[in-house]
């Protein structure tokens, strides 16, 4: 049996079972920012339970939290009610257990590639032989050995990107989020990360949790893909990818990807619908997840 049909059969629910669990959980997941005093929900009470070593997708519209999600999955933020747990432990801040890639490559503009790589392990106190040593190997794994001594002003935006990528993989994280790592890239340039993002997870074999707009990027990446409502983020749909793994863009099965887009997209039609409904006042501000879907 192929590691693709294990992996198909981890997906939803297999946590009520005996098996691992899962990579990341989430129970009742609120978060709001303060503004003026007052909190407005961001999350909107989340539950969601992702399979070890499967690639999620995360899609919805502008604003609707998706960035904010993945930095309470990554303990930057704390929920203000539920739980979020990786690998069956409480998140309960900075978690080395959680890699975070942000939609802007945050990469320290004075240091090297090297050494922006270098940087968590520098924190986590690892001593320079080991240190060099790791950056080599990640620095190979996202192909730019030599990049190393480059600083970020002299890379292009996907060679930062793989930067970022590198550096979040620098503590061997269980859990990698990517939020629209290739979105600034032209289209075959993003194509080509995207396949190149598939061979580092086989090799890494990490949970990875990726935000994205385009439905053919999701469909070609993941095992699941989760459709989230405007602001509150609640869960609209989990859409599983019957697609065989490995993938190469020119030969998975044509019928199966346009079947799989075609309802990620009335999914999320359905829920911008409601978003335009609410601000013509047509619908209740807080549709409940089912209302949202056609
Ligand atoms: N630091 C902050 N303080 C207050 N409100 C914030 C803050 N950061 C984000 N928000 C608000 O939270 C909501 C969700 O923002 P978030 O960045 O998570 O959305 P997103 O789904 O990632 O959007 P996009 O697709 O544009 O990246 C937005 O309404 C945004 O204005
Ligand atoms: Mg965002």
Redesign the pocket.
Known sequence: MSSESGRANREPGSATGAGPAPAIRLEGVRFA???DGHHTD?IGGLDLEIAPRSIVALV????????????VIAGLLPARTGSVEVEGRPVAGPDSRVGLVF?EPRLLPWRTAFANVAFPLEVAGRDRAARERRVTDLLGLVGLRDWSRARPAELSGGMRQRVAIARALALEPAVLLL??PFSALDALTRERFNVELLRLWERIGATIVL?T?SIAEAVFLADRVLV?SP?P?QLVADVVVNLPRPRRPGDLDAAAVTRTAAEIRAHLEGATDDAFAIATGDVPAHPQPEQAIP
């Open positions: 920012f303060p503004v961001v919805g519209p502008n604003g609707c939290g998706k960035s904010t999600l993945l930095r939609q939020d629209e935000v707009h989230l602001r983020a």
